[in-house]
């Protein structure tokens, strides 16, 4: 038991790559979303907008969009054929939880922390992920950027969070995500624990890089991180 800090009663998960397994959809509908807007796959273009992908994972979709194509027609053309892409690609089953990933939200919220799960996609491609994986009731609250005003890597998401949970103290948050973006947020946000997983789109050194107060294998080993602390 730590006595010389506030107890974790808020845990901010993120989804795709943390509790979610993303097996590369992503990449698969940014594929289809270039091919809409005319950016041919093989190109020079379109090997520089993957990797700024790559590079960006865990930021709010429709910003990277704003990014890559500038204009904001072009930018919410390409964001809706990515999200139509990714739909296509949930319903056909290319979907599923992390090992491990729906014990520790339970474990969580079974000690009595709230729970909240993030991400950033629309709000219509975040509920379609979990109506397929059947997680409409697994936490006690989910939000999109859209949610929050801004993406990561602000710290919008796990603020309004807090807000939502009435949690009191920024120090009794603890942050999970896969990404440098997660990391960003969590820390910008005031989050005593930030905790970088393995499990998604940025290795150990990115993580730590971008403000991991932790590194663990899997979202699985966050339970007793958390709960040790609290």
């Known amino acids: 038991m730590t006595t010389n800090h506030p107890a974790i009663r808020l845990v901010v998960l993120d989804m795709a ?6 097996g590369g959809l992503v990449e698969r509908a940014f594929r289809a979303a270039a091919a809409e807007l005319g950016v041919e796959d093989g190109s020079a273009e379109h090997t520089r907008m993957l990797d700024h992908v790559r590079a960006t994972m865990g930021e709010s979709k429709i910003s990277v969009f704003r990014h890559l194509f500038g204009d904001e027609d072009r930018a919410q053309q390409a964001n809706g054929a990515f999200e139509t892409a990714y739909h296509d690609l949930v319903d056909e089953g290319h979907c599923a939880p ?31 992920i979990l109506a397929a ?11 999109c950027p859209a949610d929050a ?5 602000f ?25 440098g973006y ?26 730590r890089a971008d403000g991991a107060t932790h590194v663990l294998a899997s979202v699985a080993d966050l339970p007793a991180l958390v709960l040790d602390k609290a």
């Open 155 to 179: 710290p919008d998401l796990p603020l309004t969070a807090l807000l939502r949970t009435a949690v009191a103290d920024v120090r009794e948050i603890a942050v999970a995500g896969d990404t």
């Open 149 to 153: 005003g801004r993406g990561r890597p």
């Open 98 to 128: 992390l090992p491990g990933a729906a014990e520790a939200i339970g474990e969580l919220r079974g000690a009595g922390l709230k729970v909240v799960l993030t991400t950033g996609f629309s709000r219509a491609t975040q509920d379609r």
């Open 182 to 207: 997660d990391m960003l947020s969590g820390r910008r946000a005031g989050a005593r624990i930030v905790a970088g997983v393995l499990t998604g789109a940025h290795d150990e050194s990115r993580l």
């Open 133 to 143: 994986l059947g997680w409409q009731d697994l936490a006690d609250l989910t939000l």
């Open 17 to 22: 790559g943390t509790t979610v397994a993303d």
